[in-house]
């Protein structure tokens, strides 16, 4: 038995910021607009529980799938309520899913949707569950002081919900991650008490050197891509679309130029969204799951750690 998804969902917060109404210069706002491509963000000031909890009561009324059905739910966040219980415990009860259910949160952050269906697709290997849900979602806003402007026109707080069952016919073909964790300052929330000697880190806020991360996601996107294709003996004219994680316009277009891949081959919506983190790759899957029926994809994650993943899918 393989792993499928079978319906995707997601929550946006009813806070939205528009790029034109900071105070910033027209020279500005067109720079940035042409850096990242996003002209608005979406953020929350309620937490990270509540937002899930509307997300996954909404879905489950709306599609009248019984919870009972549910035997795992895994939580990919980075901006967790609680540092302890963990916050898919919190979930279990505020939901009212049975106790019969594996929970678990993953500290991941841009692939963490690709580390969610890896795991899930392990669980139903083990025949530890026939079907399940995997959640992404965070609030990096809580993490962005007023001052950091580079982070605030970039990230959008977001949650996202794949219902996930076993198929007999195999669905994803592969899946390959990488980690290298000298890059982990260059995207981080600080411990100031660890980090008493760096100047860089004037605050526990966000911290991100995007020239760092745009250099690490060039050198192993492209990395990543071959060795997937290679191990499955592909090329990638046989990839129907590229699903990258919605970094910024800069790193989807400076990648699709270093690979040679068609722009009608590479679906995006970082300018409607933002860069939602852990959500942007399901929330694309949702957006354009009628057009991705029936074709094969190849999904990237990769960021924060520094992280990446990708798999291929037959969708």
């Known amino acids: 038995m393989h792993l499928g998804i079978k319906k995707l969902d997601y929550l946006l917060p009813r806070n939205c910021k528009n790029i034109y109404d900071l105070r910033l210069s027209k020279k500005k706002i067109k720079k940035i607009i042409e850096k990242t491509g996003i002209k608005k963000v979406f953020f929350t000031k309620e937490s990270l529980i509540t937002n899930c909890e509307k997300l996954i009561n909404n879905f489950f009324e709306k599609n009248n799938i019984k919870k009972s059905r549910i035997k795992f739910l895994i939580l ?38 690709i580390y969610g269906l890896a795991i899930s697709n392990s669980i139903f290997k083990s025949d530890l569950a026939d079907e399940g849900i995997l959640i992404c979602a965070d609030r990096y806003s809580k993490f962005i002081s007023n001052n950091n402007i580079s982070c605030r026109v970039l990230f959008s707080d977001a949650f996202s919900l794949i219902y996930l069952k076993k198929k007999k016919k195999r669905t994803f073909l592969s899946f390959e991650f990488g980690t290298d964790g000298s890059g982990y300052k260059s995207l981080i929330v600080p411990n100031k008490e660890l980090e008493k000697k760096n100047k860089i880190f004037k605050s526990n806020n966000l911290f991100m050197s995007g020239s760092e991360v745009f250099v690490f996601a060039i050198k192993r996107v492209p990395e990543i891509i071959k060795k997937i294709l290679k191990k499955n003996s592909m090329t990638s004219n046989e990839i129907d679309y590229f699903l990258f994680h919605q970094a910024s316009k800069l790193v989807i277009e400076t990648l699709s130029e270093k690979m040679q891949i068609p722009k009608q081959k590479i679906l995006n919506n970082f300018s409607e969204v933002g860069n939602t983190t852990s959500s942007s790759i399901p929330i694309i899957l949702k957006k354009y799951q009628k057009k991705l029926r029936k074709k094969k994809i190849l999904m990237v994650g990769f960021g924060v750690g520094f992280s990446w993943g990708a798999s291929i899918i037959n969708f």
């Open 76 to 113: 990919v966040t980075q901006s967790p309520d609680y540092i302890l219980p963990s916050n898919s415990c919190v979930l279990q009860y505020k939901c009212n899913f049975n106790n019969d259910i594996i929970t678990f949160d993953i500290n991941q952050g841009c692939s963490g949707f």
